[in-house]
């Protein structure tokens, strides 16, 4: 057993039964990235060298939906995206997720149909879900390839920082922070805000962004975007209406939110990563 894992319910499923060894390797990733010279481009890559996650929970299912096994993986673990176990002979469904973490924002996989970011913020997601079926006490390995399930929103602003704006809140209408591993789709569609950082220094031009998980694969929505001074005070606000988004797929909305100068114009956007989408709104 890797030593982060935890057996959980399996000495009292198996009550004398014979287990059989089972290893699961997470082998690639589906990624899609966005190349800003060429478009995008699509390639698999190794879970050990994707800096875009740092966690990796692995878990298998009995036919009752109850946990048989979970484990989490940290990427400071001496072994990240390599599993080792043991199971009795029965049928499971494998649930695999990666991710990104920080403190006060965990990642908590419940079942294969519920997971979710319980802080403020998530970040990239990659899921897959698979029905396995031990037969004998034979060993067995499986790999796992798994698909960016997340939508990104990026807000670039076409003016430069002014020195009062400290943060940027971004309110989406739609989607959520949960989500089904099977399908990849949000379990919820109430939308959420989230506040970030202003990184940029005064002058200078900032990007901004978030990322949640859609109803469905491609789903419009309404995003309200406003700059926040120290005390959390509004000093700019702008509600984009309709804005298309799809998973594995950056949406970018340009525009003014530092001034008011009417000569940049109004948001436009740009999206990457599956497929490049610009539209004027």
Same mark, same amino acid.
């Given at each position: 057993?890797?030593?982060? %894992? ?64 979970? %484990? ?70 499986? %790999? ?138």
């Amino acid at each position: 057993m890797v030593a982060s %894992c935890s057996k959980e319910s399996i000495n009292e499923v198996v009550n004398g039964e014979t287990e059989a060894p089972v290893k699961v390797r997470v082998d690639d990733f589906a990624v899609s990235l966005e190349d800003e010279g060429r478009g995008e481009t699509r390639a698999t890559q190794d879970v050990a060298d994707y800096d875009g996650i740092n966690g990796i929970t692995l878990a298998f299912y009995k036919g009752d939906g109850s946990e048989a096994y979970k %484990c989490e993986q940290q990427r400071s673990d001496e072994i990240f995206g390599e599993f080792s176990l043991s199971l009795p002979m029965g049928s499971y469904t494998m649930v695999v997720v990666a991710y990104k973490i920080t403190d006060g924002n965990p990642f908590v996989l419940t079942s294969p149909t519920v997971a979710a970011y319980t802080g403020e913020h998530m970040y990239e997601t990659f899921a897959t879900t698979q029905e396995v079926n031990i037969t004998s006490t034979q060993a067995v390995d499986l %790999c796992a390839t798994l698909n960016r399930i997340v939508s990104r929103l990026m807000v670039e602003s076409s003016d430069g920082r002014t020195t009062n704006v400290v943060n940027v809140r971004m309110t989406l209408s739609a989607g959520g922070k949960s989500f089904n591993p099977t399908t990849g789709l949000a379990t919820v569609n109430t939308g959420f805000a989230n506040t970030v950082n202003v990184s940029a220094k005064e002058g200078a031009k900032s990007t901004s962004s978030t990322y949640f998980f859609l109803l469905t694969d491609e789903q419009t929505m309404d995003v309200t975007i406003e700059t926040l001074d120290a005390e959390g005070g509004t000093l700019f606000s702008k509600t984009v209406n309709d804005v298309p988004f799809k998973r594995n797929r950056m949406t970018k909305l340009i525009g003014n939110i530092y001034t008011n100068n009417s000569l940049f114009g109004d948001f436009q956007i740009e999206t990457a990563w599956l497929s490049e989408y610009v539209g004027g709104f």
